[in-house]
């Protein structure tokens, strides 16, 4: 009971197929190329420093709230003695959210790979997918018609 598959519709699940393989391992490449970069800050976590140095130029954060405790402490008696500069620089608002951002960063691109490698293997498996779909198909309508057709005769008689 099969049919016989035009040449296009033959070409075009092969393109489609071919398509899926490649998504699949670009992505699975993408992919670990993120868990390598995971495990990369793990081992060296003064790999971020660059990250929070970007950072901290764009939005001068660190200096911003430096100058804000600097007026701070301005206001209060002259006994208690302000930070120094090297005291400031090693608690640095940018590196946690150069921290934050990262992770964030690596999940994004983790959970849109997971989202396309599974599409890439949807495209991969096409032709599996609609054969499945038209039996379910096929067995609902079957399994419909006996019915049907009980209420047809029903209704003549």
Request: charge should be neutral; avoid cysteine; aromatic fraction near 8%.
């Amino acid at each position: 009971m099969q049919e016989a598959s035009s040449p296009l519709t033959n070409a075009l699940t092969f393109i489609v197929r071919l398509l899926g393989v490649a998504m699949l391992l670009i992505v699975l490449f993408v992919g670990i190329k993120v868990i390598l970069e995971a495990w990369a800050l793990y081992q060296e976590p003064q790999k971020i420093e660059r990250f929070a140095k970007a950072i901290e130029q764009g939005s001068n954060l660190d200096s911003m709230l430096a100058s804000f405790s600097q007026k701070a402490s301005g206001n209060e008696d002259s006994e208690i003695s302000s930070p120094t500069p090297s005291q400031n620089e090693n608690l640095s608002v940018t590196y946690f959210m150069a921290w934050f951002v990262a992770i964030l960063l690596l999940m994004v691109i983790g959970g849109l790979a997971m989202s396309a490698i599974r599409t890439g293997g949807q495209l991969a498996l096409y032709d599996l997918q609609v054969k499945r779909f038209a039996r379910l198909l096929m067995h609902e309508v079957q399994s419909q018609r006996p019915r049907h057709n009980a209420i047809r005769e029903r209704d003549y008689e």
